[in-house]
């Protein structure tokens, strides 16, 4: 039960991500908006680090660690990039398939799963990429936009269970610094130093936002990725779903009825994944 309140938790935190990131690639550039993001993410995971009893780091751990951060940061830059030149809508939901990765790079790893858990996680799966597709398919997505979001979509699924690992060997706190770290030194550094990072008005609230969730939803998967990283890692994944929702809630944007579909697809799955585990 904890590892569903986890992902869920982490699937709401970063449906605010992705929205407040799709307003912000409006106004400056994927790098510069990942910089700030980062920065942001940094400033508030350095406390809960410090306060944290310092674990022992074993070379597994420092190979783990070096893994999630640039794992991570490599998905948010590609993800960021695929929204200048593609729809949300599109993007999502290759996106969202993150989960399912995580789930199977755990499989491979060793991790058991019953029979009915399977099923519940292949049930979740499909319904998040059903309810986060676009209308009118993929006939309209750029292709440079889904090659960066299927790299981003491994990314964050090597993230994903790296970082689970970390969290796991090391608490949750350790596992929210890689990926802040690697931002910050390989990204905004860099951009500091050469005088190209740009920021507007306009997109800093948004780029707030989405630091403060992105640590977040982070630091909510971790939690739930101690107790069975696969149910944590694809209820996670449920941000593309509720990007529809949240979007047709609060823009009125139309669902068509493949995404209904997959909205009530996503609702049987985790009442019976909860109903399994409770």
Known sequence: MLAILGGIGAALAWTATTLAASRATRHVDSRSLLATVMTVG??????????????????????????????????????????????????????????????VIAVIAGQHLSTGTVGCLVVITGGIVLAARAPGGDRAVHARSVVLAGLAAFAFGLGLYSGGRVGQSLGIAWALLPARVVGVVVIALPLLVSRRWRMTRK??????????????????????????????????????????????????????????????????????????HS
């Open 42 to 103: 940094l400033v508030i995971s350095i406390p809960p680090a410090l306060l944290a009893h310092t674990p022992t780091i074993h070379t597994s751990d420092a190979l783990w660690l070096v893994v999630a951060g640039c794992a991570n940061v490599g998905g948010l830059l590609l993800t960021y990039s695929a929204l200048r030149v593609g729809k949300v809508g599109v993007v999502a939901p290759i996106t969202s398939t993150e989960g399912a990765i995580a789930a």
């Open 203 to 276: 997109a800093m609230p948004f780029a707030v936002v989405g630091g403060v969730c992105e640590v977040l939803g982070f630091a909510a998967y971790v939690f739930g990725a101690r107790h069975n990283l696969a149910i944590a890692a694809v209820l996670g994944s449920q941000f593309a779903g509720l990007s529809v929702v949240v979007g047709w809630l609060l823009f009125r944007e139309r669902l068509t009825r493949v995404q209904v579909a997959g909205v009530v697809g996503i609702i049987v799955g985790v009442s019976a994944l909860s109903a399994i």
